[in-house]
């Protein structure tokens, strides 16, 4: 069973930076599109970015573009969304997402099959 573990998040001050890594649980990583979507208080779940199972292709939401990369390695069967100048309106529960086979969009949450479990982005001085 594919499994997703978020880590990195954290407490930071506004303009600070944060890489966040989603490790995946099988060699089977390069197969996948990998997505990262966060979910701030009170609010619904939003898409961030997205990236191809080969690195290629990438998918960011305009306002993010320039604060927000995601990338990959296959290697290391681990994504990664590098955040910086990170504003308070960041806060949220950030949470990475796979599927091999998206029946819709990767811009969209419903493509994703497998997600992990969240990590806590805070940004407050």
């Known amino acids: 069973q594919v499994t997703l573990v978020e880590s990195g998040g954290g407490l930071v001050q506004p303009g600070g930076s944060l890489k966040l890594s989603c490790k995946f649980s099988e060699s089977t990583f390069s197969n996948y599109y990998v997505g990262w979507i966060r979910q701030a208080p009170g609010k619904e779940r939003e898409f961030v970015a997205a990236i191809s199972g080969n690195g290629r292709d990438r998918y960011s939401v305009s306002p993010l573009n320039g604060r927000f990369t995601i990338s990959r390695d296959n290697t290391e069967n681990t994504a990664y969304l590098q955040m910086t100048n990170l504003k308070p309106e960041d806060t949220a529960v950030y949470y990475c997402?796979?599927?091999?086979?998206?029946?819709?969009?990767?811009?969209?949450?419903?493509?994703?099959?497998?997600w992990g479990r969240g990590t806590q982005v805070t940004v407050s001085s």
């Open positions: 997402a796979a599927t091999a086979t998206p029946r819709t969009s990767v811009m969209k949450i419903d493509a994703y099959d497998v």
